[in-house]
């Protein structure tokens, strides 16, 4: 799905893969769209909430969200209703579980057929681990994982979801039966090998990284300080943090109230983010630009659209979030604005891994739970503004290439 952090990572690996002399199958969702240069097919979830989420994001893609997109979504939803509320009553598992599926009767009979040697399960969805956990137990095939996100949230201790426990169970599995499996931050790693010692060697840790820009942006010194952030907004990934020390910034001194300006890329303000910007006197200070699609006239695809933006941006507002799964991962969003080659402003909570990253290049870091310390970077944010002094990163991007050679080079030990 253009501008998904799982589909890129995942779709970025692609040409690497090639070039290494791999031959590729890939089964994946059909929110997407296919791949030119690999066997690719998509499947739809066999659950009938999982059916529902594929099909509006597939419709979506062919028809736009104009009248007729509405009508039929309406026709499918009264349609599977009842069932939707059937699976979660017996289940209580996200709509994607389903598509373990046929993902699991497709790769088995690939593999029996001779067709697979190696089966590499990968994403943020869970339900594509299990099926290469399926995969693996009938055939005997060996199996890789690369898990995005945590699947066990830190530190959490009883009343578990049922789905949560599912994820429990998964991830045991996986690092039971997988012939190898990493994750992309030291702290999420370390982290499974403490519930699972014996993962030993077989587990590691590895930057997902970015891949370069596909179309040059130019960044000039404006009037306003322009910060730009890019990527979802909600409740755990919120801007109120920033809000509340950017209005107190302002109440300091006398500086013109209409001096920085914040543009939001890819999602609207989460709920909190929007009564903070009406109760502290911002919302005429801050540009909604939401998802960026292709553009006909241009030719450009929403993702070379957001590049451009963020190149031509003074500062990239990154936020980590404020609770414990933080401290086992790094926002892919990161790795795209160093490529980007603008300063980053980044709220990190708990993750010594990313912040020694940011620190590296030079970037604008605080607490995201320190206001004190968010208010002292914003100052010298203004100051270097201010001076045409904003730091260029010394250290260069983290690229997919870096993490596809470190994933042969641990396999091929």
């Not at 306003?224 to 209005?247: C, E, K, M, Q, Y």
């Not at 540009?287 to 659209?305: A, C, D, F, I, K």
């Not at 320190?370 to 970077?377: E, F, G, K, S, Y």
Request: with cysteine; glycine share 8%; aromatic share 10%.
């Amino acid at each position: 799905m253009d501008g998904r952090a799982a589909s890129q990572t995942i779709t970025d690996k692609i040409p690497h893969l090639l070039a290494a002399g791999l031959g590729l199958q890939v089964l994946s969702a059909v929110t997407g769209t296919l791949d030119g240069r690999v066997a690719h097919r998509q499947l739809l979830p066999w659950g009938a909430s999982g059916f529902r989420f594929d099909f509006r994001h597939w419709l979506r893609l062919r028809i736009g969200k104009g009248p007729a997109y509405r009508l039929l979504i309406l026709a499918a939803t009264l349609l599977l209703g009842p069932f939707i509320l059937l699976e979660r009553g017996l289940l209580g598992l996200t709509s994607q579980w389903s598509w373990s599926l046929p993902a699991a009767m497709v790769g088995v009979w690939r593999v029996r057929r001779r067709r697979v040697d190696l089966v590499y399960s990968t994403g943020g969805a869970w339900s594509a681990h299990l099926a290469g956990w399926w995969i693996k137990r009938l055939t005997g095939v060996p199996w890789i994982a690369e898990i995005h996100d945590p699947m066990i949230e830190p530190g959490k201790c009883g009343d578990f979801s049922r789905d949560e426990r599912a994820r429990t169970w998964l991830e045991k599995k996986i690092c039971a039966d997988a012939d190898f499996v990493w994750w992309f931050t030291e702290g999420a790693y370390q982290s499974a090998l403490r519930r699972h010692p014996h993962l030993g060697e077989r587990g590691f840790a590895v930057l997902a990284g970015a891949e370069p820009p596909l179309i040059r942006g130019e960044h000039h010194y404006g009037d306003t300080l322009d910060i730009g952030h890019f990527g979802s907004l909600a409740a755990g990934r919120t801007l109120i943090p920033f809000l509340r020390v950017w209005s107190e910034f302002l109440r300091e001194e006398p500086r013109p109230s209409n001096a920085i300006r914040l543009h939001i890329y890819g999602s609207t303000p989460d709920e909190g983010s929007a009564q903070a910007l009406r109760e502290l006197d911002l919302v005429d200070k801050v540009v909604v630009h939401g998802r960026l699609e292709h553009n006909p006239e241009t030719g450009l695809s929403g993702r070379e659209q957001v590049m451009q933006r963020m190149q031509a941006c003074d500062v990239l507002l990154l936020l980590h979030g404020m609770d414990s799964v933080c401290a086992e991962y790094i926002p892919s969003k990161f790795y795209e604005y160093l490529w980007a080659h603008r300063p980053v402003f980044a709220l990190t909570h708990l993750n010594p891994q990313f912040d020694a990253l940011v620190e590296a290049r030079h970037g604008y870091l605080a607490p995201a739970t320190d206001p004190a310390a968010v208010l002292v970077q914003l100052r010298k944010l203004w100051s270097d503004w201010q001076n045409r002094t904003l730091p260029e990163p010394p250290l260069g991007p983290i690229s997919v290439g870096e993490a596809v050679q470190t994933i042969l080079a641990r396999l091929s030990d």
